[in-house]
């Protein structure tokens, strides 16, 4: 049974930067692509980030593309989103999500985490 578990949410201010944490259990994790997406109580599920199982093709949504990077560590079994220079409006629970040639879609992904909270104040 697949896994995830989240880390590294957390209240910042805006302009600061902040490292999430995917630790993936249950199957081959090279096998899998990881994506990130978001969620506020206003908005439906929100892709940020995917990567495929080599970490080869990453792919970015338009709120991502040049502050936040994916990225992963297949000697851990985990993924990371990186951000930088977070705004107010990043502020959401953030899943990350693993399914086999998964791209940006939330039905692309068999499996999710629990979520953890952003809060970004300006």
């Known amino acids: 049974q697949v896994q995830l578990v989240e880390s590294g949410g957390g209240s910042v201010q805006a302009g600061d930067s902040l490292t999430l944490s995917c630790v993936f259990s249950?199957?081959?994790?090279?096998?899998?692509?990881i994506g990130w997406f978001r969620q506020t109580p206003e908005k439906e599920r929100e892709f940020v980030a995917r990567?495929?199982?080599?970490?080869?093709?990453?792919w970015y949504g338009n709120s991502a593309k040049n502050r936040f990077t994916i990225s992963r560590d297949n000697t851990k079994n985990t993924a990371f989103l990186q951000m930088t220079t977070l705004k107010p409006e990043d502020s959401a629970v953030y899943y990350c999500?693993?399914?086999?040639?998964?791209?940006?879609?939330?039905?692309?992904?068999?499996?999710w985490g629990q979520g953890t909270q952003v809060t970004v104040s300006s």
């Open positions: 990567i495929r199982g080599s970490g080869s093709s990453r």
């Open positions: 999500a693993a399914g086999r040639l998964a791209d940006r879609d939330v039905s692309d992904y068999g499996y």
């Open positions: 249950g199957d081959d994790f090279n096998t899998y692509s």
